[in-house]
């Protein structure tokens, strides 16, 4: 009888889905590791703490909720505006039309509710890489300037604030390119460590730089941050190649015309330095339009990171740069992200700009005990604030801290709760957005946009019984999440 017991309870362990299809046994220890890597409570490391800290302190720039009356508000204003989003019964619920980075965005969220048990929170996501806080809005849609500009500000995630820590609105979470629990741990263990003797001496980049600004206009050339700061920082960076080809391998996949006309360029708002503008018409010598896959960069020593093209902001290029056991060089820019504060000068990476950047590359390439340290310090931003556990834990504990905040649990963790705070309240336009579980051939797929498809938009059924005063989709959104 014993060995029969025990031969059921072996095949039903057999049958039970492999993580990763063929490579599930590499997969699930990686997977155990990353969660035991997660420091436990009392032993939190300095580095993981600041960045909690920073996350109390953000949670509490929005005043504080008490009663019934102004937690139905807030849930009210937060449902009516274009970037509200609502986590019910683990089930996402936002408005139709959000665009596909915001829609990565829900995976991660989706995910965070059912393996973290994400309890009943209502938050405005404003996934744009500027970062700016939603405010109280009034029959505006998508593209209205109100979402962002008015002087009420609501609940608010963001993915970076350009300005700094200093911008005290927004609460920061992961970007969604890190990609989802399982992607994630995928992604990272499948990183090549060439050895690094056998690595290049050089610092590795790739991207594109887009239209340097806009036309001068007569007697006026106004600066456009949107389109400056980033381009200008990737443009001196490539100018570092003609300069240093020996210390640098920094090309770009495409590169705009307009920064190759030496004349027209004078005439944009985004006027790089002197030297940089003499070498505008060398710039093909550093494109090249080939894509290079993520293990690639491990065949370099250092690698260098750049703010985003389109504002200036983040870019989601370092979200792999720390796994490459290379030296980290990030170009000095204002733009942080939900885990900054655990990174620092000198311990994690090394700050660099244009004229600094070429002595650095040399420290790093004759200092031996310095790059032992930066590698550790990137071992350490990978171990304990980006590993998958990590960014999951952070997310759920910041959903978490924004529904304490504003008293959230008096208003949607009941269905005449619910309904009674929706009252007058508009509701149009909300969906449900729903995700199917990935197969093993899904899993392989990484942060392909086909698995963006698999996230499904649901239109809310028709609520049965409407009250007097009561918005149809508001009802409907009512019944979808306590009765179905």
Known sequence: MMRALLLV?????????????????????????????????????????????????????????????????????ILAH???????????FAHEGVDLKTIRQFRLLLEASERRRVRNVVVAHNSASDGRCATVCRDCGHGSHERDRGRRHLPSTLIAKKGGFK?????????????????????TNYVVRTPWVRRQNQAFWRGRLIEPGKACMKEKCVPDPNLCEGNLARFEGLSLTLRHPELFDVKALHIS???????????????????????????????????RPHNYYARFKMNLHFPGSTTGSYSRNLNHLWSTDAVVLI??????????????HGATHLDVDLASAAATAREVLKNQPLV???????????????????????????????????????????????????RGANCTGLVEYRQAHPTQDDTQLGLHKAIERRVRVVPLP??????????????ALVNTVFNN
């Not at 911008?167 to 741990?185: A, D």
């Not at 170009?331 to 885990?339: L, R, S």
């Open 9 to 77: 309870v072996v095949v039903h362990g057999k049958r039970a889905p492999p993580l990763g299809g063929r490579h599930g046994a590499r997969l699930r220890t990686y997977a155990q590791l990353g969660r035991r890597r997660v420091p436990p409570p009392g032993s939190t490391p300095d580095h993981v703490k600041r960045v909690y800290d920073e996350l109390d302190r953000s949670v509490a720039y929005f005043p504080q909720t008490t009663n019934r009356s102004d937690a139905a508000n807030i849930v009210k204003e």
């Open 82 to 92: 274009p970037y509200g989003l609502a986590l019910l019964n683990g089930r996402l």
């Open 167 to 187: 911008e005290r609105c927004g609460v920061l979470v992961p970007n969604p390119y890190f990609g989802t629990y399982r992607e994630r741990t995928n992604s």
């Open 257 to 291: 015309p307009s920064w190759t006309d030496k004349a027209a360029l004078r005439n944009r708002s985004c006027l790089p330095t002197s030297f940089a503008t003499k070498i505008a018409k060398r710039l093909h010598k550093v494109t090249e339009p080939k894509h």
């Open 331 to 344: 170009w000095k820019h204002a733009a942080v992200e939900h885990y900054y504060r655990g990174l620092a």
């Open 372 to 422: 032992a340290k930066l590698k550790a310090g990137a071992q350490a931003v990978v171990r304990d604030l980006i590993c998958p556990d990590c960014l999951e834990k952070f997310l759920a504990a910041a959903l978490a801290k924004i529904r304490a905040r504003h008293a959230q649990n008096l208003i949607l963790d009941d269905a005449g709760s619910l309904r009674a705070a929706l």
């Open 462 to 475: 028709a609520a049965k019984v409407v009250g007097d005063g009561e918005d149809p989709a508001c009802a």
